[in-house]
């Protein structure tokens, strides 16, 4: 019998799951009211959605910040399409992503990556 790596899925049981969107979100709200200096609004909210699509993952992670009278920000963390190839033992990713961080402080990068 062979011995595999924990967590290993033979390319025949891999599936590409349903069509569906997600999404979830993170949202906080600060004031204070200090009667020397006024007061202090600020707003955050975080989604992290996407899209799943003829075997297709469509993945982002964007938040939105708002203090007092400024106009507020939205930034996007990563956006990028993914899918597994079972013939390669696996996943592409196209888009704005992270490298990994098992050993140095992960990176924000565009481009395409292919990782198994």
């Known amino acids: ?3 595999l790596e924990s967590g290993y899925v033979p390319p025949e049981n891999w ?5 569906a969107f997600y999404t979830s979100y993170y949202v906080s709200q600060y004031y ?7 007061n202090n609004k600020s707003t955050y909210v975080r989604f992290n959605s996407g899209l799943n699509l003829l ?6 992670d964007a938040s939105f910040s708002k203090t007092n009278n ?13 899918r597994g190839f ?3 033992l696996g996943t592409l990713r196209v888009g ?3 490298t990994s961080s098992d050993i140095f402080d992960s990176v924000r990068f565009s481009g395409v990556r292919l990782f198994s």
């Not at 599936?15 to 069509?19: A, K, L, S, Y």
């Not at 204070?32 to 006024?38: E, I, N, T, V």
């Not at 075997?55 to 982002?60: A, E, K, P, Y």
């Open 1 to 3: 019998m062979e011995e």
């Open 15 to 19: 599936e590409r799951g349903i069509n």
């Open 96 to 98: 704005d992503m992270y």
């Open 86 to 88: 079972a013939q390669l």
């Open 32 to 38: 204070s009211d200090y009667k020397a200096s006024g």
């Open 55 to 60: 075997g297709w993952q469509l993945h982002s």
């Open 70 to 82: 400024n106009p507020g920000v939205w930034k996007s963390n990563t956006l990028y399409l993914e």
